[in-house]
């Protein structure tokens, strides 16, 4: 069983936009009370942060999606999502999710998102 659950992931030109969702699966710790980040890793490449939401609501972001992404809980805070607008061929990678709580920090599987050119 995967504790978080990644979908939104696909294939789309420069320039366009995906939504990526993530969810919990089994596990004793909610989105709403835990920071929650997204990551990415590209083929032969070292996972990267994408962006951060904190417990409080703060969110952070790699310089090089500023502007573009904006991670965001949802009402209830069981979900939180990445909107990525503006997409390049450099966004390629597979996008993981990551719960950090006190004890325990939990990743999704992964979703994949191919930007063409």
């Known amino acids: 069983q995967v504790p978080l659950v990644e979908s939104g992931g696909g294939l789309v030109q420069a320039g366009g936009s995906l939504r990526l969702s993530c969810v919990t699966s089994?596990?004793?710790?909610?989105?709403?009370?835990?920071?929650m980040g997204w990551y990415r890793q590209a083929p032969g490449k070292q996972r990267e942060l994408v962006a951060v939401i904190d417990s409080g609501g703060s969110s952070n972001y790699a310089d090089f999606v500023k502007g573009r992404f904006t991670i965001s809980r949802d009402n209830a805070g069981n979900q939180v999502t990445l909107q990525m607008n503006s997409l390049k061929p450099e966004d390629t990678a597979v996008y993981y999710c990551?719960?950090?709580?006190?004890?325990?920090?939990?990743w999704g599987q992964g979703t994949q998102v191919t930007v063409s050119s």
């Open positions: 089994g596990i004793a710790f909610s989105i709403n009370t835990n920071d």
């Open positions: 990551n719960l950090r709580s006190t004890v325990f920090e939990f």
